[in-house]
C-alpha cells in the first residue's frame, strides 16, 4: 500500500526551510548600474531621441536624470540633489517661457 507522500504530486510536497541564523546580504549595485547603463544608451540612441523629441522630451535633461537618479541610489545624495535640481530648473524655465522640456513650443 502506498504512503500518503507517495500519493501526491511534487507539487503538492512542502518543503522544509531551516534558517540557519546567517543573515543574507543583499547588494543590488550591479544590477542598478547594468539598468541605468541600458536607459543611458537608449537615451543617446539617435532614432530614440528623435522619438522623444518629436514628444517634447529633451534627451539631454533626461541624460542628467539619470545621472542624477544613479548618483542617489549609490548614496551620493548632494550629487543628486544638484543634478535634479539642475533638470528641474531647466524644465521650469522652458515651461515659463512657453516652451517644452525639448526647447520648441509646448503644446
Known amino acids: 500500500m502506498a504512503s500518503e507522500r ?4 511534487e507539487f503538492d510536497i512542502v518543503e ?5 541564523g546567517a543573515a543574507i ?3 543590488p549595485s ?11 544608451g537608449l537615451l543617446k540612441n539617435g ?3 528623435n522619438t522623444l ?4 522630451i529633451n534627451t539631454s ?12 541610489l549609490a548614496g551620493k545624495k548632494a550629487e543628486a540633489a544638484e543634478d535634479f535640481a539642475t533638470v528641474a530648473e ?12 525639448n526647447g520648441h513650443r509646448a503644446s
Open 47 to 49: 532614432d530614440i531621441m
Open 16 to 20: 522544509t526551510t531551516v534558517d540557519t
Open 61 to 72: 535633461l533626461a541624460l542628467v536624470a539619470a545621472s542624477a537618479l544613479r548618483s542617489y
Open 6 to 9: 507517495d500519493k501526491k504530486s
Open 25 to 27: 546580504k543583499l547588494e
Open 53 to 56: 523629441s518629436e514628444r517634447g
Open 90 to 101: 531647466e524644465i521650469q524655465a522652458r515651461l515659463a517661457l512657453g516652451r517644452g522640456p
Open 30 to 40: 550591479g544590477e542598478i548600474d547594468a539598468v541605468l547603463d541600458e536607459l543611458e
